[in-house]
């Protein structure tokens, strides 16, 4: 509070006092206490002044000079190698010479003016586009692996990106382009996409792809063999960018959920009591589990059409009971 404010408020004080008012009640109108008023009487006969004075006195724990100049002497010795204040912290107590926190070494640089060339600028490569393709049912399949470390074994799951229908799973204690192929013919038997002779089906006349296998760049997706396979069961790759998980969001939450809506599938322990609650999962995750990204219907519901017509129902069920409230409120207030 500036010395001015403080000057008013003793004025108005004193206005009112001679008005007749007691000073407690005063100050308790200003919503200032009446010993604070006292201090500031007392400190104005003394000192002539109401001007906060400095406080003084600084940090116990503060850094020292010689560390002071350990520090800009670091910054200029590694500034170009570190490049960063925290990697200069650490680098301080690696050499031993001075031991101070990151935040400590970027208040020193900024105190002195000295400039950290910071962190190189590493540009993200463009996200790749996915292909032109219709969009309903398998025709988008999204896949990747995840871990039960508990159980020494590897999961790979295949998800439907347009209907969230978990196609299939294979569970493994390898992640080779074997794998790979096994999990792809699984899933295109289970969903009827092969003919009786175990072929894929006929490409479209229209050049589109018949399916797309949307992944990340692990080594067994990116394997030759996996892309052999892939080109003679008339399937296209798409790989999203390296390190970034995002451009798989729809896989990535996927285990996400898997993990934690069943959280005792991290505790299990033998492999074949894995397997045989990932199947009953499946099919509860399928049939059971209603998901946001459909519309709050199951997968299994998406996935055989069933999808638009709950909807449409629970939207008329809506507008039906919201009718019907309105209805019965206005005879209630008319009765009334």
């Keep these: 509070m500036s010395a001015e404010t403080k000057l008013e408020l003793l004025g108005l004080i004193d206005y009112a006092v001679a008005d007749g008012w007691a000073h407690t009640q005063a100050c308790r109108v200003l919503d200032l206490a009446d010993v604070r008023a006292h201090r500031w009487r007392q400190r104005l006969r003394d000192t002539g002044s109401l001007e906060d004075r400095d406080p003084g006195g600084g940090a116990v ?25 925290r990697k200069i912290a650490h680098r301080g107590s690696r050499l031993g010479v001075v031991f101070v926190s990151p935040s400590t070494v970027l208040r020193v640089a900024l105190k002195h ?7 190189p600028y590493r540009p993200r490569p463009k996200q790749p586009v996915l292909p032109e393709i219709a969009w309903e049912k398998n025709r988008i399949w999204i896949w990747d692996a995840t871990h039960f470390t508990r159980t020494g074994r590897v999961a790979y799951a295949i998800v439907d990106v347009v209907t969230r229908y978990w196609i299939g799973y ?6 080779t382009s074997t794998q790979a192929q096994l999990l792809f013919a699984q899933a295109l038997e289970d969903q009827h996409l092969l003919d009786p002779g175990g072929r894929p089906p006929a490409i479209d006349d229209d050049g589109l792809p018949v399916l797309i296998a949307w992944s990340d760049n692990g080594s067994e997706m990116t394997a030759i063999d996996t892309r052999k396979f892939m080109a003679l069961m008339a399937i296209t790759q798409h790989h999203g960018r390296p390190g970034t998980p995002t451009d798989q969001a729809h896989i990535e939450s996927f285990f996400s959920h898997l993990k934690g809506d069943w959280p005792h599938l991290t505790t299990i322990r033998d492999p074949a009591v894995l397997d045989s609650e990932l199947g009953r999962i499946r099919r509860e995750y399928n049939t059971i589990r209603l998901h946001a990204g459909v519309g709050y219907v199951t997968p299994d519901d998406e996935h055989h059409g069933r999808g638009p017509r709950i909807r449409r129902a629970r939207a008329a069920g809506m507008r039906r009971a919201r009718a019907e409230r309105i209805k019965e409120n206005r005879e209630r207030r008319r009765a009334s």
């Design 61 to 85: 724990h503060g850094i020292l000079s010689w560390e002071e100049a350990e520090i800009l002497d670091l910054i200029e010795q590694w500034g170009q190698v570190d490049r960063s204040h």
């Design 113 to 119: 003016q000295v400039h950290l060339p910071g962190e």
């Design 170 to 175: 294979l569970l493994s204690s390898e992640q």
